[in-house]
């Protein structure tokens, strides 16, 4: 069963059920500064890490692979390792898209597959050296921040900026794995994602890379101006996802959330199919929902995809830049 974050995480003045929590929260403290203490393996290839912080969707997956495209245009041979979340197989190692199904190895993964070469499972050491030995000549770890298991040469924080960092507390009081002191130690730079609404930027060391952004949706926009629009999204907020439709000039007619990583049954996809027979209206999802659908329903979907549009793309350039650069 999958749970949806408690309204509580995002009150900035911590509520009584955060407090009762609070406890619970210095445990989760604890045992990931001594997970840190572990010792990381360097490769003899750079590794890249995008991750979070905290529980739920901050644009990582976007991130990574805008940041795969990048380096696959510079003529680089990216793999990407990541722990596969939300698939029913227990599948590890190598995925392949064209026999892997998403709701087996997870939708994130077959996204990551389609662009590179996607490694699955949670020894993320032992997948690192297997796609070095595949003819990886760099690495991207699609969250990990918290395993220190390798070496990373560029790790970056991805931050919701109209959400943040919730109240600020560790699981289970808030939404933080570790807290942002614990991170900036380990990081490289920071994007912030949409309107910087909580001030995250303001709590950062002024020494460190700052990336700023929003998620805009591609070129499949067009296709659906001048339509009524039914959304739903399965992700870790999708009210991002919606916003961003709204943002973008359509017209909403309704919206349907489920949680994130969601596997539509049977009677769902029904309902869903029933709401695109309305005249002149089109049933849009994001990527991450459209890859999870029977094809023969994914006739009656419009997938949407977006990417990230940097405020100061010359930043991002120079970061590869040195990435590429870290083993020489």
């Known amino acids: 069963m999958k749970l949806t974050a408690p309204s509580f995480w995002q009150t900035p003045t911590p509520t009584m059920l955060s407090n009762l929590l609070l406890p619970f929260s210095r445990v989760t403290g ?6 840190q203490s572990q010792p990381s393996l ?4 750079p590794v890249l890490c995008c991750g979070n912080i905290t529980v739920g969707g901050t644009g990582k997956t976007p991130l990574v692979l805008h940041l795969l495209q990048q380096l696959i ?7 990407a390792i990541t722990r ?7 599948k590890t190692g190598l995925i392949r898209p ?5 709701i087996d190895v997870g939708d994130e993964t077959i996204l990551l597959a389609h662009l590179a070469p ?7 050491r032992a997948n ?8 990886a000549d760099c690495l991207i770890l699609d969250d990990g921040l918290q395993d220190p298991a390798l070496h990373k040469d560029l790790a970056i924080l991805t931050v919701d900026g109209p959400v943040g960092l919730g109240n600020q507390r560790l699981l289970p009081a808030g939404p933080l794995r570790e807290s942002l002191a614990d991170a900036l130690p380990r990081l490289h730079a920071v994007a912030i994602l949409g309107e910087d609404q909580q001030h995250i930027a303001a709590q950062l060391p002024p020494d ?13 926009i067009r296709k659906l101006r001048g339509h009524q629009i039914i959304a739903f999204a399965g992700i870790g907020r999708p009210q991002k996802f919606f916003s961003t439709l709204q943002e973008a000039g359509l017209t909403l007619l309704r919206t349907l959330t489920f949680p994130d990583h969601h596997i539509y049954s049977d009677r769902e996809l029904r309902q869903l199919a029933q709401l695109a027979h309305a005249p002149d209206t089109k049933l849009v999802t994001t990527e991450k929902d459209y890859i999870k659908l029977p094809p023969i329903f994914q006739n009656f979907v419009v997938s949407l995809d977006v990417e990230p549009r940097w405020v100061n793309p010359a930043l991002v350039n120079s970061l590869l830049d040195r990435f590429l650069n870290a083993n020489s």
């Open 42 to 45: 360097k490769l003899p290839v």
């Open 84 to 90: 596969g979340y939300g698939g029913l197989s227990r």
């Open 128 to 135: 690192a050296l297997q796609a070095i030995a595949a003819g």
């Open 73 to 79: 245009k510079r003529g680089r041979t990216p793999h």
């Open 208 to 220: 460190i890379p700052l990336l700023k952004g929003s998620l805009s949706p591609g070129p499949g």
């Open 118 to 124: 996607t490694w699955r499972g949670p020894d993320r």
């Open 30 to 35: 604890y045992v990931g500064r001594r997970r």
């Open 98 to 102: 064209d026999q892997d199904r998403a």
